[in-house]
């Protein structure tokens, strides 16, 4: 069974750092593309970042281009969003989620991890 | 354009046939995946592709698409099927990788 679990979340002060993480087990990890994915309080969902299944290749919303920054380790299946220079915006559940590639759709995703920006 | 439309919500007697859609200028170009979403939980892939449901989605489920406007619909709507439904897609445009649309909130009533 694919499973995703989010962790990480919390709450950090506005300029404040994070790190999440995203432990993958019931499939290859390192042959899929990994995602994260947005949503804030009682909003819709918003695309963040994006990493190859080699770890090669990563993309970037604008939002938080500069910002944050995604990241593998495909022998501890895990994927990784450190984000820095938290802003109000950045508030939401932060989901990953699994595609085969980059671009395809996102077949499976975690239950997300709350990230709280405030002072 | 990059963005994604939707209309906010949609509702359908139960057990009838609802369309949502979705429009955008990259839709012309890539296949648009539809994502259910319960309260509280994570969103779930309904349909992607041309029309292909994963396993386990229910084949009341379907997908068209037809120049900017994909479809997602659900013929005879069950109560479990309320729910907020986003589309999504690669972005044409060349400003983001992918993009989704606003979502859209279907009642069963």
């Known amino acids: 069974e694919v499973q995703l679990v989010e962790s990480g979340g919390g709450l950090v002060q506005p300029g404040g750092s994070l790190r999440l993480s995203c432990a993958a087990s019931g499939f290859t990890f390192s042959s899929y593309a990994m995602h994260w994915v947005r949503q804030a309080p009682g909003k819709g969902l918003e695309y963040v970042s994006a990493?190859?299944?080699?770890?090669?290749?990563?993309y970037y919303a604008n939002s938080v281009k500069g910002r944050f920054t995604i990241s593998r380790d495909n022998s501890k299946n895990t994927l990784y969003l450190q984000m820095g220079s938290l802003r109000a915006e950045d508030m939401a559940v932060y989901y990953c989620?699994?595609?085969?590639?980059?671009?395809?759709?996102?077949?499976?995703w975690g239950q997300g991890t709350l990230v709280t920006v405030s002072s | 354009s990059s963005e994604l439309t939707q209309d906010p919500a949609v509702s359908v007697a139960l057990g009838q046939t609802v369309r949502i859609t979705c429009q955008g200028d990259s839709l012309r170009s890539y296949y648009a995946s539809w994502y259910q979403q319960k309260p509280g939980q994570a969103p779930v892939l309904v349909i992607y592709?041309?029309?292909n449901r994963p396993s386990g989605i229910p084949d009341r489920f379907s997908g068209s698409s037809s120049g900017n406007t994909a479809s997602l619909t659900i013929t005879g709507a069950q109560a479990e099927d309320e729910a907020d439904y986003y589309c999504n897609s690669r972005d044409s445009s060349g400003n983001h990788l992918m993009v989704f649309g606003g979502g859209t909130k279907l009642t069963v009533l």
């Open positions: 990493i190859s299944s080699n770890g090669g290749s990563t």
């Open positions: 592709g041309k029309n």
């Open positions: 989620a699994r595609g085969a590639t980059v671009v395809t759709p996102l077949d499976y």
